[in-house]
């Protein structure tokens, strides 16, 4: 089973800017999408991107227009440039993979998920 290794978290002021990653230990088969999930202390694992085999992507309203999801490395890394931080984007942020070919929002539809990574965002 491939396991996805996420990177790149910190504690940064309002208004930075942090890109996170997360990288396959293998080399991934079939086609699949990409997501990173969010959860914060006492809340749901909430949407946060996904970026499709075919390279759609889709993004919860709450961070459009400042986080931009990419992948390289044939597919093996995911990236989450995250601009314009506020307070409440501090959470565990996560990636995770869905097989086949499509975008989803459900977290449940999604396998082999990181260990996360703490992203913190001072006012």
């Known amino acids: 089973q491939v396991q996805w290794v996420e990177s790149g978290g910190g504690l940064v002021q309002a208004g930075a800017s942090l890109r996170l990653s997360c990288a396959a230990s293998?080399?991934?088969?079939?086609?699949?999408?990409m997501g990173w999930f969010r959860q914060a202390p006492g809340r749901e694992r909430e949407f946060v991107a996904a970026?499709?085999?075919?390279?759609?992507?889709a993004y919860a309203d709450s961070v459009k227009g400042r986080f931009a999801i990419s992948t390289e490395n044939a597919k093996n890394t995911v990236n989450l440039q995250m601009n314009n931080l506020k307070p409440e984007d501090t959470s565990v942020y996560f990636c995770?993979?869905?097989?086949?070919?499509?975008?989803?929002?459900?977290?449940?539809?999604?396998?082999?998920w990181g260990q996360g990574t703490q992203v913190t965002v001072s006012s």
């Open positions: 995770a993979r869905k097989p086949g070919l499509g975008i989803s929002f459900r977290s449940d539809d999604y396998a082999d």
């Open positions: 293998r080399r991934a088969a079939g086609v699949y999408a």
């Open positions: 970026i499709s085999w075919a390279n759609a992507t």
